[in-house]
């Protein structure tokens, strides 16, 4: 007798539980209608015209001016990183090269040269042979960037548009070490006038140039010195910074006041740490995984607080923030 | 042998109609005599832009837009002071009025301290002090430091509802038979739900300070029980794709996810243009999406909005 008792409570317990999940982890639509008063049953959802902000869909990317970019890259990278590049910030170039050690159908431009660090420079002087031989007059500035930077090419044009492509001019990020004039990184992405480009080559043929060392931004920053480029000044007229050697938030967390951090030694201008550093019409990061290569697409192009009149607004009569300084001051 | 065996059986059927009965019980609304609760809306879209032109004149628009004010109530405590700094800095300054309630004060920062331990019943005193101080904010944003919000699509979202009505919105999860709105990701109360909610909060059978005995549930789902009791029902924001506008995860999360989901238009496939929180992200990651949101852009993409507003004053961040 007692034993059943056990056995019962047992079993009473038992049911209790079991039936307690059971009816957690079913749907709503299983219980009577008129016990379940205001509970409502998940409806289809129709979906509405598109609202009317512009919308940029794969086939229908919004071109720039003339910018030609070409993508350091390499055969292992063409599934992994190179993809993504070309499904989003690529798309935005009014043409996109692909310069890999191996033709593919990617496509990649096969240059003849190994992969590795030891033959970046050779890479890159191999690239912009061949680009002065097949593209030179198909664009007029020449951008070149890493599989993992992302690039914004609409204010690339921006900050392009006020110079004249024929004078042999070079932008990007400037560092200030072993060239007097300054030299572009090339994670951030530097790009060159079409003046720029024709001194390269000339630079080569005519043996003013070498290959000097493997490292190619400080090389190639060293013949635009000797070929008498000019390096711009890429920053906006808040003297905010456009491209960027690092990710984002290297540089957008505040901090107090500190001793320059190791990724900001080579700064030609005076760095800015906090919200300062960059400009609202930023042009790159880089270090940028294929992953993050999708954030960055959806938070410049999609994702946006709707209405917002925004604080940055160059293209106003009025000056919106303060009065912008001449490049010297900011130095 | 046979006799424990029937016996055990008898047990379990005794149990499951038990525990049924009382489910049923719990889950039994009573006619509620508010003649508003016979909409069975389920989710509640943000306007597309016909929409509200063929609606409201550009003037009325324009109305709609100043009068829409939201009262942020954010839910701290003294272990998570990083976060609470952060929304401090961040996303709270777009809130037309942004309190923040801790369970315990700190040195650090200022908060209003409701001295209570206790999830729910500190979420019951923060809402009690948001209505009475409410003046002529007329929406409600509750909000854990956690959380990264963007107002103005908050604002575009209820644009055109009239919180006079109950409406009760965020992220919609499902809880047996409860519907509620998940906590991390932002729920949204109009004046009218809230006012109800206060109403209600002085019933102790239908909305007990200590929670249900038998089992506790968790704030989120303690404001669904007691706002259903009144005739307020959670809704799904969305947006007029249907795209929910609330997340409980970080944009990495979501890209990802789509990244292996729509592989050919995975920022498409992912997330709202018009989102309104994100959940789940570190301080440094929203100093950055601060960025990402109100200040990166593509130069010579102009939106025409039907909406104007205003960068914060007194800030640098946005």
Known sequence: MRTTTITFSIGLMAGFVLLHTALNSLPATKMPSVLLRGVNQRGGVQPDPKAGANVHSAGNVPQTGRILCWIMTAPKNLETRTRHVRETWAKHCFKALYMSSAKTEFPTVGLNVSEGRGNLYWKTILALQHIHQHHLDEADWFLKADDDTYVIMENLNYVLSKHDPERPLYFGRRFAPFVSQGYMSGGAGYVLSKGALRRFIEGFTTGKCTHFSPIEDMALGKCMETMKVEPGDSRDVMGRQTFHPFPPEYYLVPQLPRPRPWFLNYEYYKPVEGPGCCSDFAVSFHYISAAQMYVLEYLTYHLRPHGYKHRFNPDDDKASGPVALPPAALG | ?318
Not at chain 2, 214 to 234: I, M, P
């Open chain 2, 1 to 318: 042998m046979l006799s424990e065996g029937s016996s055990f059986m008898k047990g379990m059927v005794m149990g499951g109609l038990f525990c049924l009965v009382l489910s049923l019980m719990g889950s039994f609304s009573p006619i509620s005599d508010y003649k508003t609760d016979n909409h069975h809306h389920h989710h509640v879209k943000a306007a597309s832009k016909e929409e509200l032109s063929r609606r409201f004149s550009d003037s009325q628009v324009q109305g709609l837009n100043n009068q829409i004010r939201v009262y942020c109530v954010i839910m701290v405590q003294p272990k998570n002071l990083i976060y609470w700094a952060t929304v401090i800095e961040t996303w709270s300054k777009h809130c037309d009025k942004a309190e923040f309630y801790t369970s315990e004060s700190s040195k650090a920062l200022e908060a209003i301290d409701l001295k209570e331990k206790d999830d729910w019943a500190r979420l019951r005193k923060a809402l009690k002090h948001a209505y009475e101080n409410a003046g002529d904010l007329r929406w409600f944003f509750v909000a854990q430091p956690t959380t990264f919000a963007i107002i103005e699509n908050l604002k575009y979202l209820i644009l055109t509802k009239d919180p006079n009505e109950p409406f009760y919105l965020g992220k919609t999860m499902k809880s047996g038979e409860l519907d509620y709105v998940a906590y991390d990701s932002g729920i949204v109360l109009s004046y009218e739900a809230l006012k109800r909610l206060i109403n209600v909060f002085q019933d102790e059978d239908k909305c007990p300070e200590k929670g249900r005995a038998l089992w506790k549930l968790s704030e989120d789902k303690q404001l669904a029980v007691c706002l259903k009791y009144t005739g307020v029902f959670a809704e799904n924001g969305e947006d007029a794709h249907g795209k929910g506008l609330f997340n409980s995860r970080t944009v990495d999360s979501l890209i990802a996810d789509s990244i292996k989901d729509n592989p050919n238009d995975v920022v498409e496939g992912c997330c709202s243009d018009l989102a309104v929180t994100f959940s789940g992200m570190s301080p440094n990651q929203m100093h950055v999406m601060m960025f990402g949101v109100y200040r990166l852009r593509p130069y010579g993409h102009d939106f025409h909005d039907s909406l104007a507003f205003y960068p914060p004053e007194g800030s640098d961040n946005d």
